[in-house]
């Protein structure tokens, strides 16, 4: 029964920033990985970012040098630091953590890139 809280999203101003986060029932070390992955409106979900329980990152490139993944494990909790947003981030955010082979998913967090 693990559960994933994503929070953090809203309506931003292209080229400002977010943090969102992903609030896990259980330790972050129990998951071979946890990541944040998009989908905006007309479009596939994409994964955005992952980190390993080891620490290793990685992330899309369309969003490289822009979004950081990070955690606090003290917290049961995984960040995305969203800088200089694009028109094109605007999507439904969500929260996934990968066990031995199952993967859970957080509800999702909305955001919205508009002037």
């Known amino acids: 029964q693990v559960q994933l809280v994503e929070s953090g999203g809203g309506l931003v101003q292209p080229g400002g920033s977010l943090r969102l986060s992903c609030a896990a029932s259980r330790s972050i070390f129990s998951f071979v990985s946890m990541g944040w992955y998009r989908q905006a409106p007309g479009k596939q979900r994409e994964l955005v970012a992952v980190i390993t329980s080891g620490g290793t990152t990685n992330y899309a490139d369309s969003v490289k040098g822009r979004f950081t993944i990070s955690r606090v494990a003290t917290k049961n909790t995984v960040y995305l630091q969203i800088n200089s947003l694009k028109p094109e981030g605007t999507a439904v955010y969500y929260c996934?953590?990968?066990?031995?082979?199952?993967?859970?998913w957080g509800r999702g967090t909305q955001v919205t890139v508009a002037s």
């Open positions: 996934n953590a990968l066990g031995d082979s199952t993967p859970y």
